[in-house]
Nanobody
Framework: QVQLVESGGGLVQPGGSLRLSCAAS????????AAWYRQAPGKERELVAR???????NYSDSVKGRFTIFRDNAKNTVYLNMNNLKPEDTAVYYC?????????WGQGTQVSVSS
């Protein structure tokens, strides 16, 4: 089972950009499907983007065209590039990694979009 640590959150103005990072420790990360979820106050956690071990990706409709998920298996890290951020993107962002019965979560990083 891998352990995950997110970084890169912060406060940004509407239209701005951020890059989130999720560093994994442990073995066989390259076999895991990795994903970013987010949870806004008073709302359920939702999937933002996922990348599979072979590199294919999928995105929620709300971020498609603005966010990009990618991974560097040599660094055991998955990233989320977020462009053209909107106030409704404000949430705690969580990294997730899954492989068979293994299911790991990071502690979350706050992203706030406000002028």
């Amino acid at each position: 089972q891998v352990q995950l640590v997110e970084s890169g959150g912060g406060l940004v103005q509407p239209g701005g950009s951020l890059r989130l990072s999720c560093a994994a420790s442990g073995s066989f990360f390259r076999f895991y499907a990795a994903a970013w979820y987010r949870q806004a106050p008073g709302k359920e956690r939702e999937l933002v983007a996922r990348i599979f071990s072979a590199g294919s990706t999928n995105y929620s409709d709300s971020v498609k065209g603005r966010f990009t998920i990618f991974r560097d298996n040599a660094k055991n890290t998955v990233y989320l590039n977020m462009n053209n951020l909107k106030p409704e993107d404000t949430a705690v962002y969580y990294c997730n990694a899954r492989w068979y019965t293994y299911d790991s979560w990071g502690q979350g990083t706050q992203v706030s979009v406000s002028s």
